[in-house]
DNA sequence: ACCATTGCCACACCATTGTATGGGCCGGAC
DNA sequence: GTCCGGCCCATACAATGGTGTGGCAATGGT
């Protein structure tokens, strides 16, 4: 069988390795790299029904899980699988409460990686099996996530932009679109993530990242008791 | 003798615990508290020579060591203990880089940071003794991070209320002074910190933040089998 | 006492940002 | 087919953002 895979990844050598993988997993599968979000988003445009995307977190022009978001937001039939190396069970809980259909960790080894392809290809999920994935499976996504998941591709490719801290000006140029037009995406972009400025859609975009590393002082009283 | 503390504590409860600690490790301490960096700062501005400041990381105001940096950059010769329910290694290590002469978990027991406070008075360091602080003591502050430490009190106000979102008008009318008055302090910021908008300054502050949760592709372990 | 430095402030001026309105071109869904 | 929605573009306008210049007061070194 012909598999169409897109290969999402920031760092050569790793996209390499992943490519092997795949040779030996699969039946003579065509495989598409992208090295940014841009190029994923490319891919996708190219053949919009891939038959899997692995997809690095923290690739060049997303932030957190917003590159997650988006593709299971506008292609919500096609399979992603993360591959971070981050393996904290939160990050993998998170993953797979976004609509990832697996997580396979960075450092897992070749054997690995080659059946959890194969296993999520057939339709099956896959996880690292040391993470409880039972307890609080129910999450919801948080507010900005499905606002992110709402935006197009061309507005999801400006918001990466100006949260790089680009011109409008600089942003039209480099997409070869005029800047009247950069302008009506802004403001459609701020319309859906509910701002009023590119300073508070950057604000938005880092509660992302944070929101994976959990933490802190909930509702941890000081252990004190005195004399 | 008479000791000045200042508490900078966001927890009520905690802040309140702190004082317990403070009434009981010292004689007579004089105690002020500080609920936001603003306060922190006008705290420091009415007496500039506190024998020690408690400062607790993600104060309303403060974004991760940013707060530290302020208060090391302005006040080099103010003792400084880092109060935090972050006890990774790597964020203590940092922050005795960036200069705090201490750190107390907030999950230790009142007789620890009883005796970790006296032993800090008394001009020791005092660190969780289960952190290995030898290897890469040596670490240096990064680029943000210097240049935090050379903004004035003003303009660490004015730059905390941007990287919120706000307006300048809306600055302005918090610090009850004129809009013409925040765009100067606001253009003096941008030189400080080499960018050129606000958007800019507020990704320039998130590299802060992120910089500890590094640590990337340190496991090795394959240990993995499968669904 | 003098000067240099530094933070604070205000006015004038130009650049950028954001919105509204209106239009044209597609491709997919009904 | 028609309709809808994404994408593109333009004009005009109001608001905000950012810089240059200069003035004032306090500080500290000489």
Redo the contacts with the bound molecule.
Sequence with gaps: MENHIIVAEDHPLFRAALQTALQQALNTPEVTEADTIAALQGALESDANPDLVLLDLNMPGAHGFSGLLYVVGQHPKVPVVVISAQDDEAVIRKAINYGASGFIPKSSSMDVIKSAIQGIINGEKWIPDNVDMSKEAGQEKSEIEEKIATL????FRVLGM?SEGM???QI?WE????E??I?????AI??KLGV????QAVIALQQLELEGSDNSQNNQQPPISNS
């Design positions: 197009t591709p061309q507005q100006i011109l409008n000006k039209a997409l070869n679109i005029s009247a037009t302008k009506a995406h802004v403001t701020f319309r009023r400025s590119r300073t």
